[in-house]
């Protein structure tokens, strides 16, 4: 499978910060980068899709200005939550999909668990 | 609007005695089908992946789709205290750039 990191895998951080989360692929070109969010005991909600070079697209209800997607190169893609709230608290994992030679096969990261206080 | 649909469990089965999970789908075009195993507090891993109709089998795992019936499953031989887990199902479209949609998940306990 397709080798995926994400860092870093746990933060907290005060209400009102900032956090940015990396997610690099590491042996693929990812041209598309997908972002999940998994709150406990729930399954994976697809959070935006984007395009590397282009604006992300934001799944209904989810804001894309608190929400700030990068995906400037095809290794590297990153979600900065924006003034982060308790609400926020979550489990982030990052999914690139681009030319890995396995046709429609989505890896995930290892995931990063923010927890706002 | 996509749906995947899974028993959520908690399935519960002795070792080495076989799991059967499964899925439902509801738009007719989709194309590829997922199973991941999601270890508690960690991130989903790929398990198996189906395109055609059949079975599709890769050391104690079986896939199996029926495209008819809209209906995936995945069938664990010889099931082992590590296979515990939370199991989700995933389908989408055709393309590497479509959204996946997942099922809510399994959880499955395999007892010693």
């Known amino acids: 499978g397709a080798v995926v990191s994400q860092h870093p895998s746990r933060v907290i951080c005060k209400s009102g910060t900032s956090v940015k989360i990396e997610c690099r692929s590491l042996d693929f070109q990812a041209t598309t980068m997908f972002w999940y969010r998994q709150f406990p005991k729930q399954s994976l909600m697809l959070m935006a899709t984007?395009?590397?070079?282009?604006?992300?697209?934001?799944e209904q209800g989810v804001e894309k200005d608190k929400f700030l997607i990068n995906h400037a190169s095809l290794t590297l893609s990153t979600l900065t939550v924006t003034s982060a709230h308790p609400e926020d608290s979550s489990f982030y994992i990052c999914?690139?999909?681009?030319?890995?030679?396995?046709?429609?096969?989505?890896?995930f990261g290892p995931g990063t668990r923010l927890t706002v206080l | 609007q996509k749906e995947v649909e899974q028993n959520s469990g908690p399935l519960s089965v002795p070792e080495g005695a076989i799991a059967s999970l499964n899925c439902t789908y509801s738009?007719?075009?989709?194309?590829?089908f997922f199973w991941y195993r999601q270890y508690s507090g960690k991130s989903p891993e790929l398990i198996m992946s189906i395109y055609s109709n059949g079975d599709k089998e890769d050391g104690r795992f079986t896939a199996q789709l029926n495209k008819a019936s809209q209906y995936v499953s995945l069938l664990i031989r010889d099931s082992q205290p590590s296979d515990s887990a939370t199991y989700l199902c995933?389908?989408?479209?055709?393309?590497?750039?479509?959204?996946?949609?997942f099922g809510k998940g399994t959880k499955l306990t395999v007892n010693p």
């Open positions: 995933a389908v989408n479209g055709q393309g590497g750039s479509e959204k996946l949609v």
């Open positions: 999914s690139p999909s681009g030319t890995s030679g396995v046709a429609d096969t989505q890896y």
């Open positions: 738009d007719r075009v989709s194309q590829s």
């Open positions: 984007s395009n590397e070079g282009s604006k992300a697209t934001y």
